[in-house]
């Protein structure tokens, strides 16, 4: 079976521009391509233009012409997921978003993805050839991994109606690990109380080399930015651990982070709804529990 | 400036979804209905525009079945110029590549200066129905935006991406995916509600538009609660501080995450 991996470089800090750094998800699935056929792995951010989706998806298109991939897997971050589309719809082929797991079987594709906003999870079934959008962390990259050989791909956008114009960084976006790749994160609620007391979250985060990520409450309220929120209309996360800090679980926010492998609450309410899908919690007052675990983990991390 | 929404009917971001009989769809018996999320946000984006420019017109069209009528009233409401139904027999099961294609027929025949739709529908969260829709008609699309302006040459759009937005400029008609903006979505207002129950919603039968709705199928084999969780370790008593040193311990030793 022939398989591409489109890639995708990571962003420089206050920029926006690719860097050069391939995501962590482009190694998963580059890895994932190689294990299931033939694979070709393809880096149309080569150049380190910003090009427009049509384009992109043109000159994919016009490679898989001569190249005829029946598989096409691309990292399901937000340009992913985006690029994901265009191009299947381009093709004609089937396409499935965010699958957390894949399988080749009797000639068509058996994956797995969340529905319902996180809600309930399907096995779903699609004829090949295909493009699919892979969840970060889905396949995890066996330690010892080579990086890929990447082949880019030339993009023409002269003929686009649709043209780059400049980039308008985030103020408070602290330039971290993006939310949706993140192996720990660090999220705030409404228990804060304030925008101004993120200082004790940002300094946990900072320790433990975590994202930021915060409630749909908080988000509303204006106290951070809507690209950390975490939740329904906000990002669907699975880190290795998830703290929730003063968040009390919607079922909203509990349906982006219940598939994280440990979740951590903090809450001073004993009947919040966020201590029924944790692994630890913690009833405390926040404002002395954060600096005192903070100082603690800062142990933990200092000594090796 | 004339906009086209699309918006789906989904079940309300409040309702527990449950696993059908059959363990392969959703039991949707009883539950409330809304315009999916994002959606919504993409009608406040139009209306916003119509607030500023009262010569802007938005209408707004969904692909569903007979109780989808209730999300366009809803949209009306909400200040929505004008509604169209797209229905039928296929209209619930229609893959998003068909879909695609009935509403791109619909814009051809509206000739909108802009598609808005939500960036995805919190049923199948695919994500596939406005980047298709822009591909059947040819026109560029901008995904997950939070705002838009028109200028000099053409509308700027503001696209939210890992630490930032970027802006674009089309410079033609486009098709817009709409992220969770600065501002939630309107309620609807009591005139609002009054004028949407006598407007007229013309309905268009799917299978007669004269779409090819044969589309690479998505089938769901199987659908499953996510694994259940809970049992977990809660520490309540003591201070802050032999609470966070437990919890230091937990997580190096037992969780290993540290």
């Given at each position: 079976m022939k398989v591409w991996a489109v890639v995708e470089r990571g962003t420089r800090d206050r920029t926006g521009a690719h860097g050069p750094d391939l995501r962590r998800v482009s190694h998963e699935i580059a890895a994932k391509a190689a294990s299931l056929g033939d694979a070709t792995v393809l880096d149309p951010h080569g150049s380190g233009e910003r090009s427009s989706t049509v384009a992109l998806a043109a000159a994919l298109t016009e490679r898989a012409k001569t190249d005829r991939p029946d598989l096409i897997l691309i990292g399901a971050t937000p340009a992913g997921r985006d690029l994901g589309a265009r191009l299947a719809a381009r093709l004609g082929w089937a396409y499935a978003s965010e699958i957390t797991d894949l399988k080749v079987e009797a000639g068509a594709l058996l994956m797995m993805r969340t529905m319902y906003a996180g809600k309930v999870r399907a096995t779903v079934r699609a004829a090949l050839p295909a493009v699919v959008s892979v969840r970060p962390s889905a396949f995890p990259l066996p330690p010892d991994a080579a990086s890929p050989t990447t082949e880019p791909i030339q993009v023409d956008?002269?003929?686009?109606?649709l043209g780059f114009q400049r980039f308008e960084p985030t103020a408070s976006a602290t330039g971290r690990v993006p939310l949706g790749e993140a192996r720990v994160i660090v999220s705030g609620g409404r228990g804060l109380k304030g925008p101004e007391n993120w200082k004790m979250v940002e300094e946990l985060a900072g320790t433990l080399g975590a994202a930021l990520g915060a409630s749909r409450a908080v988000t509303d309220a204006g106290?951070?930015?809507?690209?950390?929120q975490v939740g329904q209309t906000g990002k669907t996360v699975s880190p290795d651990l998830y703290i929730a800090l003063g968040i009390s679980g919607a079922i909203q926010h509990l349906a982006g982070m219940t598939s994280s492998k440990v979740i951590v609450a903090v809450n001073?309410?004993?009947?919040?709804?966020i201590f029924k899908v944790c692994d630890y919690g913690v009833v405390a007052d926040l404002f002395e529990f954060l600096p005192a675990f903070t100082e603690e983990v800062k142990k933990v991390k200092g000594a090796g | 400036m004339k906009i086209l929404v699309c918006a789906k009917q989904v079940p309300d971001s409040t309702v527990r979804v449950k696993v059908a009989a059959d363990g392969r769809?959703?039991?949707?018996?009883g539950i409330t209905w809304a315009i999916a999320p994002y959606d919504e946000y993409a009608i406040e984006l139009a209306l916003e525009r119509k607030d500023r420019d009262p010569q802007t017109t938005v209408s707004v069209v969904t692909v569903g079945p007979a109780r989808a009528r209730d999300a366009l009233r809803q949209a009306l409401a909400m200040g929505c110029d004008e509604a169209i139904h797209v229905t039928g027999a296929d209209a619930e099961k229609a893959e998003g590549l068909a879909v695609a294609r009935a509403l791109a027929k619909i814009a051809d025949e509206a000739k909108p200066d802009l598609v808005l739709c939500g960036?995805?529908?919190?049923?199948?969260?695919?994500?596939?129905v406005g980047p298709a829709l822009a591909d059947v008609l040819g026109w560029p699309h901008v995904a997950t935006v939070t705002r838009f302006e028109t200028v000099e040459g053409g509308t700027d759009v503001w696209k939210e991406v890992e630490g930032g937005h970027e802006v674009w400029r089309a410079s033609g008609p486009a098709v817009l995916t709409v992220q969770k903006s600065e501002k939630d979505p309107r309620y609807p207002s009591l005139p609002g509600i009054m004028k949407a129950k006598t407007k007229e919603i013309p309905e268009k039968d799917l299978g007669s538009l004269g779409v090819d709705l044969n589309a690479p199928r998505l089938e769901i084999v199987k659908m499953e609660p996510p694994p259940a969780r809970g049992g977990g370790k809660i520490l309540k008593d003591g201070d802050a501080r032999a609470a966070a040193q437990q919890l230091v311990q937990l997580l190096r030793d037992e969780a290993k995450v540290l």
């Open positions: 956008a002269s003929a686009e109606k106290w951070r930015p809507n690209e950390e001073k309410d004993p009947d919040a709804d | 769809s959703a039991d949707t018996s960036r995805q529908a919190s049923d199948d969260d695919q994500g596939l």
